[in-house]
């Protein structure tokens, strides 16, 4: 792997930088208070090929590599720290993605072109109310009747319920199937008869929402299965590879900005007749908080070309290697960024508590990552026992 960025990547990621900072960050309270991206916003966002990039050109992406959509990820984080903007993007990539990947010729013409314009929402629903990651557990399914499948059954916990319901779009879903053993992934376009849905109020990442579904006999065309019948897990596994590497990498740039905010700050208050900056308290932690963000943004970055290298060209090869790194980034960019935006919060002391200074954006975001969104830490805890220990160390069935 080269460290350095080429000159196409680097020219890249100022691209972003500068959308970030003339077009993010001023909107970024208004995101907040509002509870959602700006459809002008979403056009940049378009017009700079930043909805769903992975996917291929014929389809309106810009067929990037993962470094490349990584890279924007962390842009983005740093532009608009309340991360809502973070987590439109990265589920565009995913899933776009993944869709570009395993779905029928026919979905994709109907479906991607609109993503990528921004004239349509594209996420995943795997959790439900009884559970997160115990698919074991789970109630919605599918059956194949006629040509094509009715759904039954209730997600919960997913983004973007109501930007599907007003830009147009949908979730990719994981079901049961009833046909069979496995289970089947099926694109679920939200305003289809039969979903009734539900808002929920977060503390945070306001500028885009959470809720539920409920699928009752949802009829929905062959067309929409995403690969083969009863193979959805695998499908689904692969895109959370590529949306967690996104998450962590917005997390990094989240990290960087609150670190770069702190340092500003000890660089001019002054306290018992000098800067902040010169006492040794903060600047020890000044120094590790750099370190710990540079170790996992090179993780990151690691992650991301594992993706290109094998993920991309359809290589299950390295599954187990790719599994941990993806696994290892999830569980620490979170962590690091959280822990950078609280401990700067602290430099700033009670000013720091307030709106002016911006830092609680980042804090109240950057939890959902922690708790859940994309999987919660204690699952990655669990991916890597899986594949340090072996499979029959996972203490669930």
Known sequence: MD??????????QEAVR?????????????????????DAVLQEMARLGLLSPL???????????AVL?????????????????????????????????????????????AVTAGKAFLGIATTEPGGGSDLGNMRTESRREGDGYVLRGEKAFLTGVEEAKRLGGGHLTLTHNRNGSGFNFLYVPTNSPGIASQ???????????????????VRLPLRYRVGEEGKG???????FQVARTFVSAAC????????????????????FGQPLGKFEGIQFEMADLYTQIEAVKWQCRRAAWLIDQHVMKG???????????????????????????????????AAGYTKDVGLELGFRGIMSYMVGAEGGLNIMRIILGRELLGKEFVPYK
């Open 18 to 38: 500068k959308f970030g900072d003339k077009v993010l960050r001023p909107h970024e309270r208004q995101i907040d208070s509002e509870g959602r991206i700006p």
């Open 69 to 113: 959509t990584e890279l924007a990820a962390e842009e983005i984080g740093r532009g608009d720290f309340s991360m809502a903007t973070a987590v439109f993007y990265l589920l565009e990539a995913g899933w776009g993605w993944t869709l570009s990947q395993h779905g029928t010729d026919e979905a994709k013409r109907e479906i991607l072109p």
């Open 199 to 217: 808002k929920f109020e977060n503390m945070g990442r306001m500028g885009i929402s959470t809720g539920g579904l409920t699928y009752a006999d």
């Open 252 to 271: 990094v740039g989240a990290a960087e900005r609150a670190l770069e905010t702190g340092i500003g700050w000890i660089k001019e208050r002054q306290a």
């Open 233 to 239: 897990f695998q499908y689904a596994m692969e895109g």
């Open 315 to 349: 290589d299950p090869s390295h599954r187990s290697e790719i599994d941990k790194v993806v696994a290892s980034v999830k569980l620490t960019a979170p962590q690091v960024a959280f822990d950078t935006v609280r401990r700067v919060m602290m430099w700033f002391g």
């Open 3 to 12: 460290f350095a960025l080429s000159p196409e990547e680097a020219a890249f």
């Open 55 to 65: 996917v291929p050109p014929e389809y309106g992406g810009l067929g990037a590599s």
